[in-house]
């Protein structure tokens, strides 16, 4: 399974930006499919995941309400749909997969794959 993400960019606080992950390689029917970033010094914290199969999407609290994932199956592709930027939200964003659908879906130790990861720069 490989993962390309793309679209991160320079955006000012309170701006949008949509977040690509291209998924090849499998055969997706139950795949846990992640967002996870990463700020300088920090750990690698979850976004929100979704359940490939449909019915199953999860957000940290950090960013309910503002991000939202979603997935277009023609593509097999995986967005993060990103508004009201912080600065706070600066940080390399990874794409990640899991063969299977997990309660644990939160955890990078969890998944398989991941992507290259892009860089979302929010400026104040």
């Known amino acids: 399974v490989q993962l390309q993400a793309s679209g991160g960019g320079l955006v000012q606080a309170g701006g949008s930006l949509r977040l690509s992950c291209a998924v090849s390689?499998?055969?997706?029917?139950?795949?846990?499919l992640a967002w996870f970033r990463q700020a300088p010094g920090k750990e690698r914290e979850f976004v929100a995941a979704?359940?490939?199969?449909?019915?199953?999407?999860a957000y940290a609290d950090s960013v309910k309400g503002r991000f939202t994932i979603s997935r277009d199956n023609a593509k097999n592709t995986v967005y993060l749909q990103m508004s009201s930027l912080h600065p706070e939200d600066t940080s390399v964003y990874y794409c990640?997969?899991?063969?299977?659908?997990?309660?644990?879906?939160?955890?990078?130790?969890?998944?398989?794959?991941w992507g290259q990861g892009t860089l979302v720069t929010v400026s104040s």
């Open positions: 990640a997969a899991r063969i299977r659908w997990t309660v644990n879906y939160c955890s990078t130790s969890e998944y398989d794959y």
């Open positions: 979704l359940r490939w199969g449909g019915g199953r999407y």
């Open positions: 390689g499998g055969t997706f029917s139950d795949y846990a």
